[in-house]
């Protein structure tokens, strides 16, 4: 049993993806506690104005989650070192996330939901369950754009995985607007603030590596 979990989850990945669980919810549901305490901004142009609610784009809103899981599963099976620059600049990415939830927290007006059926009633729920704050950097498309990212730098996962990730990725980009939940700004935030997470990331794996080479001498 335990290899064969070793197998799905090796034993040096624990850690990380719980570290990066456990702020990734610190993050988002810890200051969205705060909300009746910040002064909010709205960063919402006339284009995202122009860009229409279309209801069914809401499963890939949703449908992110397992890819976002599937993701970090091959990517602790890819190894050791790569495995921590990925989470690691997750992690990174989401304390940045953080301060600008505190320190210029932004939200926006959505649309009242009319119509009936499945899609309707599913953007229904998520904007009860889910309050307009938290909006910059998107998560969702910071998390999306990760996998792309992970996607193109791993060796054992099939080609066709790549382009799988990059088509479902690119929906849940356009969810976050056509179903409304954010605006451009907060999608091209969530990428930038990625790479600047991975960046960090990188930087500091390199030096402590450095770092155990000198002691070693």
Not at 125 to 141: G, Q
Request: charged share 15%; net charge positive; with cysteine.
């Amino acid at each position: 049993m335990r290899k064969w979990i070793e197998k799905i989850l090796p034993g040096y990945s624990v850690l990380p993806l719980i570290l990066a669980v456990s702020i990734n919810m610190l993050v988002y549901f810890g200051t969205s506690q705060l909300r009746d305490y910040l002064t909010f901004h709205t960063i919402t142009t006339a284009l995202d104005e122009w860009i229409p609610f279309v209801a069914p784009f809401i499963l890939f809103y949703v449908l992110a989650y397992i890819q976002w899981i599937a993701n970090y599963l091959l990517v602790a099976r890819e190894g050791k070192e790569f495995c921590y620059r990925i989470v690691y600049g997750d992690v990174a990415a989401k304390v940045i996330c953080l301060l600008f939830f505190l320190f210029f927290p932004t939200t926006l007006a959505r649309p009242e939901v009319t119509g009936s059926g499945f899609c309707n009633d599913l953007v229904r729920f998520i904007y009860r369950m889910d309050a307009p704050v938290n909006l910059f950097p998107s998560i969702h498309c910071l998390e999306s754009w990760c996998c792309i990212h992970a996607a193109f730098a791993m060796k054992k996962p099939p080609k066709w995985y790549r382009y799988a990730t990059t088509v479902m990725a690119l929906g849940v980009f356009a969810s976050t607007l056509f179903v409304k939940q954010h605006v451009l700004v907060d999608v091209f935030g969530g990428i930038i603030v990625y790479e600047i997470g991975y960046y960090i990331a990188g930087r500091t794996i390199t030096f402590l590596n450095k770092k155990k080479e000198l002691q070693k001498e």
